[in-house]
């Protein structure tokens, strides 16, 4: 298998994006990351419109470095936009620059596709003004969101704070269907610790915006067919514990 070159773009206080993509890419591919610039004293809103205004500079800011793919690691920022000028702009940048680039939504919605998708859980750990327009997304890229399952941090909306014993409760409490497609938004979340947990004894596809992202840039940098899908859930043999 060929072994790709990935760039990613990241907000700079993400603490998940970095770790869960190296553990993720693995050996198949090197990461090569650039942050967004800080901006001080702008509202959330403002800052998600200011990175998807720099995403040309971002990836300028790779110069010379053969890539293979670009990821855009931030999936609030795309909700400002709906999904088809989100996937008009990835098209628009990629054809500008001559490698194929993604934001983690679009490349989250070509993972949908590939599971063939129809009905979603959407868990998110976001304030409810962002998770209104995660869901509005999501419906309107033809998604049926069955369940909205919001995710606190300590009581409070803060995506980077999560816990995976926060997250696995609060899924685990939501009783979400054994065959649910669920899908975690948020690439500043941490999610991998959570999803043995949380698949364990069902037969759930879970999937995440790190997890989606990592399977669209290696099928590109790889040039090589990569498959999402269920892990079959096999009941304990007798005498041992599920």
């Known amino acids: 298998m060929k072994r790709g070159r990935v760039g990613v773009i990241v907000p700079p206080a993400n603490p998940a994006a970095e770790p869960e993509l190296a553990r993720l ?11 967004f ?3 001080p004293g702008l509202t959330l809103p403002e800052r998600l419109e200011a990175y998807n205004e720099a995403l040309p500079a ?15 690691l931030c999936s609030g920022s795309r909700y400002l936009l709906g999904p088809d000028e989100d996937r008009f702009r990835c098209e628009e940048l990629s054809e500008r620059f001559g490698v194929p680039f993604a934001s983690a939504t679009v490349a989250t919605l070509d ?8 009905d979603i859980v959407l868990v998110s750990p976001y304030e409810p003004w962002l998770t209104e327009l995660a869901e509005r997304f999501w419906k309107a890229a033809g998604m049926h969101v069955t369940r909205v399952v919001d995710v606190r941090a300590r009581g409070r909306f803060s995506p980077y704070d999560v816990t995976t014993a926060e997250l696995v409760e609060q899924v685990g409490e939501a009783c979400l269907p054994d065959d649910a497609v669920v ?12 999803l043995l947990s949380i698949g364990a004894g069902n037969d759930r596809i879970l999937l995440t915006s790190n997890l ?13 067919p990569i498959t999402l899908g269920r892990v079959p859930h096999r009941p304990a043999a007798q005498g041992q514990r599920t």
């Open 25 to 35: 890419l693995g050996s198949r591919a090197d990461m090569h990351v650039t942050r």
């Open 212 to 224: 989606c992202s990592s399977w669209w840039a290696l099928s590109r940098a790889t040039g090589m």
């Open 58 to 72: 971002m990836i300028c800011s790779f110069g010379d470095l053969p890539l293979d793919a670009i990821v855009m």
């Open 111 to 118: 993972a949908l596709d590939h599971v063939g998708a129809e």
């Open 183 to 194: 899908l975690f938004s948020g690439t500043g979340m941490s999610t991998l610790p959570a």
């Open 37 to 39: 610039p800080v901006r």
